[in-house]
């Protein structure tokens, strides 16, 4: 007998899906009709399976995706943990803006967590937390202690939701994933001290449950590319820009030479932060020349 059930690929390994069904994890073989329509399955997909009595088990549909985010992507992504490090490497406004811009340009909803704090200075530390008040009223959660984190995630994360990490390497994603789940042991690798970046560590994405739904590791969301973003779109992506260009004089104001711009208006008074007005030209200057600044190469 033929028996079909549905679930979540919560894992990819050597060519087979591991599909997470409510009488638990089932590993599966993609039938070859994927390859002809090249749909591939992808962690955090809904499917649904057929299980055979010889024990073959086939992943045979692909059910609608809300969206595909990442590289290895994540699907049906609801929300993004963004784990941005206070040292090693060190905090960077201009890698949060990048980030924050690239997944609201995604639409995906983002809370921040500032991991390493245990090893910064305080000198430093009261810096960063003044910047990120700032971030805390545009609409971003933060976190900066991973104790209160893991109380209060598995009651954020909703029935069924799918959240993911994301950070640059070494920023201290499978650290985390390590204390929200004791249970789990993924691998974590001091970050290289010659070059104050992360060794990738993480090579694949894995989904693991979380409260009702799950949290992905993932190596597919430490560099973004934010080249897809129409350069006169990018303006609407940066929240509070969005929200003030109502009052601009111009429609599709974009916020350089335009006279009467809300949005300069309230960088020279201080409403706006600077550095994000700052942010906004170089992400400007990065997508017209088509490729990653520098410092992220
Ligand atoms: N002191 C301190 N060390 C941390 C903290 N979080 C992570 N680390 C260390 O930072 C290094 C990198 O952490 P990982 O968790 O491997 O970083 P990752 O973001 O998963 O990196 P990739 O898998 O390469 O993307 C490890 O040596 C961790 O022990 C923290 O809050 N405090
Ligand atoms: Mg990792
Ligand atoms: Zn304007």
Known sequence: ???QTEGIVIGLIAGFYDVKTVSGVVRTRARGVFRKNKLKPTVGDHVRIQLDEQGTNYLVEVLPRSNLIGRPAVA?????????????????????????????????????YLSKTDIAS?????????DLVYYEKIGYPIFDNWQKLANELPT????GQIW?????????????????RQDLNQATQAISTSLNRGKHTTRTVQLFQLGQGF??????????????????????????FKKASVHCKFRGCQHLKEPQCAVKCLVE????????????????????????PEYLK
């Open 269 to 292: 008074n201080e409403k706006i932060k600077r550095s994000r007005y700052d942010d906004y030209l170089l992400m400007r200057a990065e997508i017209a020349n088509g490729r990653l």
């Open 76 to 112: 049906n992504v609801d929300h993004v943990l963004l784990v941005i490090s206070a040292v090693e490497p060190d905090f960077s406004l201009q890698l949060l803006d990048r980030f924050l811009t690239f997944f609201s340009w995604q639409n995906v909803a983002v809370s921040i």
């Open 156 to 159: 954020m994360i909703a029935n």
């Open 215 to 240: 949290l992905a590791d993932t190596p597919g969301f430490s560099a973004i590319d934010l080249t897809p973003i129409k350069i006169n779109e990018l303006c609407e992506y940066l929240v509070e």
């Open 1 to 3: 007998m033929i028996k």
């Open 122 to 130: 305080n000198v430093q530390l009261e810096k960063m937390r003044q």
């Open 164 to 180: 993911t990490l994301a950070g640059q390497s070494g920023a201290g994603k499978s650290t985390l994933i390590n204390h929200l």
